[in-house]
């Protein structure tokens, strides 16, 4: 009895759980375990090769892929995971994790609709580690290095913290981001900020949540600070910095009727938005040479009040040496600026100025849709080309004329009350 209960009872219990533990069917019942219970807390399709306990509440897992739930896309593949219980939360270490880029918006709005939105999520802080993080599709593939993220869920809100940097980054510089989930406003809210580095961040990084930075060249990059808050009526958002590299011919000649190409900076000591529409700007654009079309430069002589001087174009362009604007936009209107000396030109080519400051009146903001399209006969071009930028431009403010005034130039905007009306 003593050998049976001390000996060979024993060796049955720890022989039969090494065979159990070791089979494959075993492996796969644990694989599937982990994958129900990750796919329930992310809200996407979790499917895992392997995963096996390693001893102190640590797991290895292998072939890690997260799928969107409707279209069954991957969104994430990563080749290794060592997963650790600690006195501080869950952390992570992921080995050559790869991100659809294609997909990637869809991957954020799961993420955030899922984790962020819920209450209900696990409280124990989560943190994420990888030397590398591939940002990959069909056409192209860009990484971004030491990255870190931690995540805290609480009844109050959420907090997502991340820390990344460029190839192009110092090695102890990095860029941070933050999203958070308030749920002690009504309704609930959420927001994030963003601030780079020296360095600054490739725009291509941002397209599938803004796809309309692809309008700024495939090579910009924005170096500063963003921060944005969900409302009821729209994002409101704040931002300062510098878009370098600005491909001025994607950004107008593609777009537009008129002809311009160079490359810009764009700088933006204050740009405040309300509700999804642009509030107050102050910056700076400037360039160091390119091309400009005859067109473009009747249109801001016209539309801008600017002073043009005459030069004779061959097939309607010219070659400018250098261009340099100070700017403010608001629902007061827009007003033109040459940096440094007010008598400053604001176009300059090898024979002297080509557009200088006629006076600092304020222009009604859809004087800039006047400027990139044709002359036509209406107050507001409506055109697929005009629709976003009227959307994001500030409200002029109302102007009411007598109904027997003679109709504005196409430069400004009034309105008629209708009880003026006789």
């Known amino acids: 009895m003593i050998f049976c209960a001390v000996c060979l009872l024993p060796t049955l219990v720890v022989g039969t759980a090494v065979i159990v533990f070791r089979t494959p069917l075993y492996r796969a019942a644990q694989a599937d375990a982990w994958q129900r219970w990750l796919s329930s807390q992310l809200g996407v399709e979790v499917q895992l090769a392997e995963i096996r306990a390693c001893g102190g509440r640590r797991w290895l897992a292998g072939g890690l892929e997260c799928r969107d739930p409707e279209s069954h896309a991957w969104l994430v593949r990563v080749r290794s995971a060592d997963i650790a219980r600690t006195a501080r939360g869950w952390q992570v270490l992921l080995g050559q994790p790869q991100v659809n880029v294609r997909h990637l918006s869809r991957l954020a709005a799961l993420v955030h609709e899922r984790v962020m939105q819920h209450s209900h999520v696990p409280q124990t802080p989560i943190q994420l580690a990888s030397a590398a993080v591939e940002l990959t599709d069909e056409s192209r593939s860009e990484s971004i290095l030491d990255v870190r993220s931690a995540m805290d869920a609480q009844a109050a809100g959420a907090e997502l913290l991340l820390e990344f940097r460029t190839p192009t980054s110092a090695p102890d510089e990095r860029m941070r981001m ?220 109302l102007s009411v004329r007598p109904a027997t005034a003679q109709r504005a130039t196409y430069s400004t905007l009034e309105l008629v009350l209708p009880s003026q009306r006789r």
């Open 178 to 397: 933050r999203f958070v989930r308030n749920r002690q406003l009504d309704p609930p809210a959420s927001g994030w900020e963003l601030h780079t580095d020296a360095a600054g961040l490739p725009c291509s990084v941002a397209l599938p949540w803004l796809p309309a930075l692809r309008h700024l060249g495939a090579a910009c990059v924005f170096q500063g600070s963003v921060w944005c808050e969900q409302r009821p009526a729209g994002w409101d958002a704040e931002l300062r910095g510098t878009f370098r590299a600005v491909d001025l011919q994607q950004l107008v000649t593609r777009q537009f009727p008129h002809k311009l190409s160079g490359s810009a900076e764009f700088t933006l000591r204050r740009c405040t938005i309300d509700a999804g529409r642009v509030t107050d700007v102050q910056g700076r654009l400037v360039s160091a040479g390119g091309m400009i079309s005859q067109s473009l430069l009747d249109a801001a002589a016209q539309t801008l009040g600017l002073t043009l001087y005459a030069r004779a174009a061959a097939d309607g362009l010219l070659a400018y040496q250098d261009l340099a604007v100070d700017f403010s936009l608001s629902a007061a209107g827009l007003v033109l600026a040459p940096p440094g000396s007010p008598d400053a030109p604001l176009l300059t080519d090898r024979d002297g100025p080509l557009l200088s400051v006629r006076d600092r009146v304020p222009r009604s903001p859809l004087s800039l849709v006047h400027l990139l399209v044709p002359q036509v006969d209406m107050q507001v071009p409506a055109t697929r080309e005009t629709a976003a930028i009227v959307q994001a431009l500030p409200l002029p403010e």
